[in-house]
């Protein structure tokens, strides 16, 4: 999440081995990393943040820590930044605001499962490498390409509805890859956005990113035509449970 090559690179100079080494030799637990990272993108100030983790955790009160203390660099890192970030958010809510109902509506559909939070607050990120979705905030990187951001926001989206860990367990029971329901999230997501998503000018030119990609995502070839079907009807199941169902049999006959 954090291996952002080209950043690690460009700020080169400013890294800290005794920080470094300190963070490699503490035990991260990717929920707690991902349950602190909210708090501290919706915190008003530091002091905020400290007050509701410190003592919690060794690895929240290292992060801690190292905020409290600042850094070199961090000021110039955000004198930079900020600028670009913030014409990129213009840019990208003017084209996301017109489609943002129709895609929640679409993805609450195909998962049959309503949207209980009140917002979601979506984050732009410099240092990552991807992107995360934690209950009711999404943080990811910027991507040249503003058509398949919408599909990298549609992917976290998915991933804050849909009900993956009972797919997983479902998978265990069958004995299939638990992977695949990462699969699935993709599949929702490509399905619920792909008619929001500008056609390139060269038909021979393909958009990477958008498309269920076949190389990073388990038995995508076999899904897709039965998440297609589905997508065209999704009332015709009762529940996620019997799409799921369905997708079991599917992967064991094929």
Known sequence: MLGNKAYASRNASLLQNNILHDLQRTTISPRSWYAFARDLMRAGDLEEVVSGWKGRETMTDLFLNILSRGANGWEQIWDLTR?????????????????????????SQLAHVEWTADEIRVHFVDC??????????IAFATLPDIEVQKKFLTH???????????????????SLDPEIAHTMVDMLAYFSVKDFIAKPVDPNIERKGVVPNKNYYPKVEELYPLFEEYSKNPSEHDDFGSLVKKIIVTLKTS
Not at 156 to 174: A, D, M, Q, W
């Open 83 to 107: 600028p670009r970030l913030e014409e990129y958010k213009q840019k990208f809510g003017s084209v996301w605001s017109p489609i943002a109902d129709s895609v929640l509506s679409r993805l």
């Open 128 to 137: 990552l490498n991807g992107g995360f979705a934690w209950h009711d905030s």
């Open 156 to 174: 976290e989206l998915s991933e804050l509805i849909t009900p993956s860990p009972f797919v997983t367990r479902e998978l265990g029971k069958s």
